[in-house]
């Protein structure tokens, strides 16, 4: 069902059609949530959403490496989650909200943020929802603070907030800790895939840290800014495009994905090119969890 007789543009996740890609038909949801309140370098990622279901026009809906159109399965484009001024904690309760109802639905909610604050709202829905819940976590920091600038709620806690709903994690590409981080990640057995001088290319070591049902939180600044420099924290000697969807790729063949996001993309920060990557990895994301090999 078009809405026009002439050709046009949606403006949903890859310019689908909205009425082929209703609720009701679809097994994916885009969420977006353009929030952010407590970013502490570049500012910006309020834009991401948008700027990824802009980008997102330009793909193709074929996949060669699947050789399939992911798409056929259906991808709703929900409407943006309106940011709460009360803080990110209300924000997350806010998110768990909207990703509960269409969880509820059986639909794979895809949030694209936003700053990674929200990230333990859509991990405390999953986890009311599937039993011992683990967290996969592509970060350049480990976020493992207890609070941040005075909040608990801060991105610089995402992971630790999402511990606070998950049994076990694991953060792929940190470059950057703390001591104290360093040693809370030891006591509670966060399984840490370190980017040094050579890729992270341990990917049964990945799948061995998380149980059945995993939830992704892909926070771009994990990829190395000469590729991904539209982030707000910016951290050098990070992952690459293909060491990460060889490990998303295992994730999705080998366990059951519940929902992810992708998060931290300031458009004005980076290329074009950066937002369209993004627009990519959340396909992808969405490819790998919904697609079954042959
Ligand atoms: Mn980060």
């Not at 059986?106 to 333990?120: D, F, I, M, P, R």
């Not at 707000?232 to 992952?239: A, D, F, L, S």
């Not at 059951?256 to 992808?284: I, S, T």
């Amino acid at each position: 069902m078009a809405a026009t007789d002439w050709p046009s543009v949606p403006a949903t996740f890859l310019a689908l059609d909205p009425g082929e890609h209703a609720l009701s038909r679809s097994r994916c949801v885009v969420l977006p949530v353009p929030y952010e309140a407590t970013t502490s370098y570049r500012k910006g990622t309020s834009g991401g959403p948008a700027a990824i279901i802009r980008a997102s026009a330009e793909m193709e809906d074929y996949d060669p490496e699947l050789g399939c159109e992911p798409c056929a399965v259906g991808v709703h484009t929900a409407p943006a989650v309106e940011p709460a001024l009360a803080g990110p904690e209300a924000m997350a309760s806010r998110v768990a909200e909207a990703a509960g109802f269409y969880a509820d639905q059986g639909k794979l909610v895809g949030v694209l943020g936003g700053e990674h604050s929200l990230t333990s709202g859509a991990v405390a829905a999953m986890a009311a929802r599937h039993e011992r819940l683990s967290v996969l976590i592509f970060d350049a920091q480990a976020d493992l603070r207890e609070t941040y600038q005075g909040s608990a709620h801060s991105h610089a806690c995402a992971a630790r907030r999402a511990l606070d709903y998950a049994e076990r994690m694991a953060i792929v590409g940190v470059r950057s800790m703390t001591a104290d981080e360093a040693a809370f990640a030891a006591e509670r057995g966060v399984a840490l895939f370190p980017r040094g001088p050579e890729p992270v290319t341990d990917v049964d070591g990945v799948l061995d840290a998380l149980g059945e049902n995993v939830y992704v939180s892909f926070d771009l600044d994990a990829f190395d800014p000469s590729f991904m420099a539209a982030v707000g924290t910016p951290e050098p000697g990070g992952i690459g495009w293909w060491e990460a969807l060889r490990i998303l790729r295992a994730v999705g063949e080998r366990k059951r994905v519940v929902g992810f996001d992708v998060v931290e993309l300031a458009p004005n920060e980076g290329p074009e090119a950066c937002a369209y990557a993004a627009a990519k990895l959340v396909y992808k994301l969405f490819a790998y969890a919904t697609h079954r090999p042959r």
